[in-house]
């Protein structure tokens, strides 16, 4: 199995935690926040992450290197500029196999890889997204649901009332879906989503449990509490 960590980043949001460091490398308790992304992998049975890169890139590398102290196989994609979420995919397709699994670098999941997988493959469409039931609680809703399929998916204000799902942070997607972004220009999953949603090629699979994310400076302050309550 598959994961591509989405790790490029540039923490505006963050202010000076992140003005020298790629976001997925900002500590929590001493331990820099990819690390505990990748030992959430470790124990789903993931040990083939491909990890692009961007801003200050090199020192994901030198940190991490292969993966091999973390029990990992760890391969990188660089970009040599910006070129958004998806674009960075693209970027990557050498690397990449026919079915792989997508996260943000600043997220942390809770559910269970190998059961979404599974029901990914028995729907042989071309793409999933995983989705929590949110209602605006941890942040904006912005997705909307039917049945098995993903029918609506928006960040900006115009919403609708049956948007009460937020994306998880967590998709899966057929090597062949990168023939719809264009190359070495920037492109975002927030593109490519309403383009499969069109073609009713966009799973949906709930999870029930809420996700953390550092990409705030709350964000950041909720994963430390979450991080200080599990230790205790």
């Known amino acids: ?6 790790a490029g980043g540039l923490g505006t949001r963050l202010g000076e935690i992140a003005k020298d460091r790629p976001k997925s490398l900002i ?4 331990k820099p926040f990819l690390q505990y992304q990748l030992e959430m992998l470790k124990t789903q049975s993931v040990d083939d992450v491909v990890l692009c890169t961007g801003y200050r890139g090199d020192q994901i590398e030198e940190l991490f290197g292969d993966g091999t102290t973390l029990g990992v196989k760890l391969i990188y ?6 070129l958004g979420t998806a674009g960075a995919l693209k970027n990557a397709v050498s690397l990449l196999a026919d079915v792989f699994f997508v996260m ?16 990914f493959l028995s729907h042989g469409k071309k793409a999933l997204m995983t989705v929590y039931e949110n209602y ?7 997705t ?4 098995d399929f993903v029918t609506r998916y928006e960040k900006t204000e115009s919403r609708t009332q049956d ?10 997607f057929r090597k062949e879906v990168l023939e ?8 975002s999953l927030e593109l490519l989503f309403p383009r499969l949603i069109a073609e009713r090629e966009l799973l949906a699979f709930k999870v029930d449990r809420r996700f953390y994310e550092i990409g705030s400076l709350v964000g950041l302050a909720q994963f430390t509490k979450y991080v200080k309550d599990t230790r205790e």
């Open 163 to 172: 948007m009460v799902y937020i994306d998880y942070g967590a998709n899966i």
């Open 27 to 30: 500590p929590v308790f001493g």
């Open 77 to 82: 994609s660089r970009e040599l500029k910006p």
């Open 1 to 6: 199995m598959q994961v591509v960590i989405l």
């Open 144 to 147: 909307a649901i039917d049945g």
């Open 104 to 119: 943000y670098g600043d997220s942390y999941l809770f559910f269970n890889f190998n059961d979404t997988l599974r029901y």
């Open 136 to 142: 605006d609680r941890f942040d904006r809703s912005n």
């Open 180 to 187: 719809m972004i264009p190359p070495d220009e920037p492109y």
